[in-house]
């Protein structure tokens, strides 16, 4: 199984500063088609998980530009720009590569 | 609007079966994947089964085969999940979640989940 690594675990955020959360793979997630299997999704409180990034880089349907997504081979990052109160919630990056597997999880709390 | 909607979870003892389905709405149902994941109390997520559109293409996680079985009816827009021979480590909340046309790259749509408790 390919394990996901995210850090930090717990993060907490002043409203209108950056936040940025990595996420690192056991083995790359680059596929011989070229594409990486990466995604990022958020759980806000009491609700399911949604898609904010998908391969890499590609915000979901809806998703605010201040999410952006990036990295390569093993090693992806998660940034928000000025985040939000409406951002708190568990972030978990996942690899689709092989079976998915999901990181950790990481809880954006505000300061 | 992309709808999922998932039944059929609730207690069960240990060595206990239960079905799970999931209706889905809002979209050609037939063209997607689906996948269930779940989530253990105050864990994290976990991916259990996945099924191609036409369920040419199923497959499980490790800790599941065997014991689970995902179907679908496309027929009836629904998806579901078979589950045997269940222990304490399968407690958690059961969510559908819409795959790619026929991959699982990333899940663009999730039900609000079902609760599966497994206990004696």
């Known amino acids: 199984d390919i394990v996901m690594t995210q850090s930090p675990l717990y993060l907490p955020v002043t409203p209108g500063e950056p936040a940025s959360i990595s996420c690192r793979s056991s083995q790359s997630l680059l596929h011989s088609n070229g594409y990486t299997y990466l995604a990022w999704y958020l759980q806000k409180p009491g609700q399911s998980p949604q898609l904010l990034i998908y391969?890499?880089?590609n915000r979901a349907s809806g998703v605010p530009d201040r999410f952006s997504g990036s990295g390569s081979g093993t090693y992806f990052t998660l940034k928000i720009t000025r985040v939000e109160a409406d951002d708190v919630g568990v972030y978990y990056c996942?690899?689709?590569?092989?079976?998915?597997?999901f990181g950790q999880g990481t809880k954006l709390e505000i300061k | 609007e992309v709808q999922l909607v998932e039944s059929g979870g609730g207690l069960v003892h240990p060595g206990g079966s239960l079905r799970l389905s999931c209706a889905a709405s809002g979209f050609r149902f037939s063209d997607y994947s689906m996948n269930w994941v779940r989530q253990a109390p105050g864990e994290g997520l976990a991916w259990v089964s996945y099924i191609d559109s036409s369920s040419g293409a199923i497959y499980y996680a490790d800790s599941v085969k065997g014991r689970f079985t995902i179907s679908r009816e496309n027929a009836k827009n629904s998806l579901f999940l078979q589950m045997n021979s269940l222990r304490d480590e399968d407690t958690a909340v059961y969510y559908c979640a819409r795959g790619t046309v026929n991959s699982w790259h990333y899940f663009d749509s999730w039900g609000q989940g079902t609760r599966v408790t497994v206990s004696s």
């Open positions: 391969l890499v880089s």
């Open positions: 996942k690899q689709a590569l092989q079976a998915p597997t």
